[in-house]
Structures are given as C-alpha cells and as structure tokens.
C-alpha cells in the first residue's frame, strides 16, 4: 500500500486544470460540456438528488434565467470565470462575504437572533 504524498498531487491537479482550461476554449466541446450539464441539474431535481455545491450555486443562478437562454448564461459564466483566473484574495473574501449575506440565506443558524437574550434580560429589571 502506497501513500500519496502532496507532492503527486500538486502536478497532476494542475495538468488537469490546464486540459479543463485548453477544453473549455474549443467551442464545441464547451458547448457539449454545457448541454451536457445542464441535462445533468435537470435530471437531478426530477430525481430529487441532491448537486455537489458548485453545481447547486450554478443550478440556482441558472433558475432565474428562462430555459431558451441557459445555455448562452452559462457559456458566458464559464467565460467570464475563465477570463479572471487570478482573482486576488480581497476579491474571494468579499465574495463569500457577498453569498453569505443573503437575506434568504438558508444556512443561517437555528434558535433566537443574536442579542435577544440579553434584550430579554434588560426588560426583566
């Protein structure tokens, strides 16, 4: 049994990240690809499978745009996303400051708001 160092796996995310990046620039593989992934969120919410997180923030971006013009929304994100590779850490950190401060936001913590104890106690005096 052999174990993987990090040194293995560096070159070969990398080497799979540059093939994703040279496929993405040929038109009709990326235009496969889409069709090929938009079957995919469609087929599991029939089936009420539940999508890896990536792809359930994709899914939830393409909801709002109508069938007929997913396809070209989602070229023009996989694009764009290609176009800006190197982000910077100010830009990550304010966008997931940005997801997370949705008013909807589903992943807020059960139980009473932040403060409501002490307000209570404030009362009670």
Not at 27 to 32: A, E, I, Q, V
Not at 99 to 116: F, I, Y
């Amino acid at each position: 049994m052999s174990d993987r160092g990090e040194g293995e796996a560096k070159p070969k995310r990398r080497i799979r990240s540059a093939l994703g990046r040279r496929f993405m620039n040929v038109g009709f593989l990326r235009r496969w690809y889409i069709r090929r992934m938009l079957r995919f969120i469609d087929k599991s919410k029939e089936k009420g499978r539940r999508l890896p997180e990536g792809m359930a923030e994709t899914a939830r971006y393409l909801s709002r745009v109508p069938k007929a013009q997913r396809a070209q929304a989602f070229e023009e994100a996989i694009l764009t996303n290609q176009d800006l590779p190197n982000m910077g850490r100010e830009y990550r950190r304010a966008a997931s400051r940005q997801k997370r401060s949705g008013k909807n936001d589903a992943r807020t913590r059960p139980g009473l708001p932040p403060g409501t104890i002490k307000q209570a106690r404030r009362r009670a005096r």
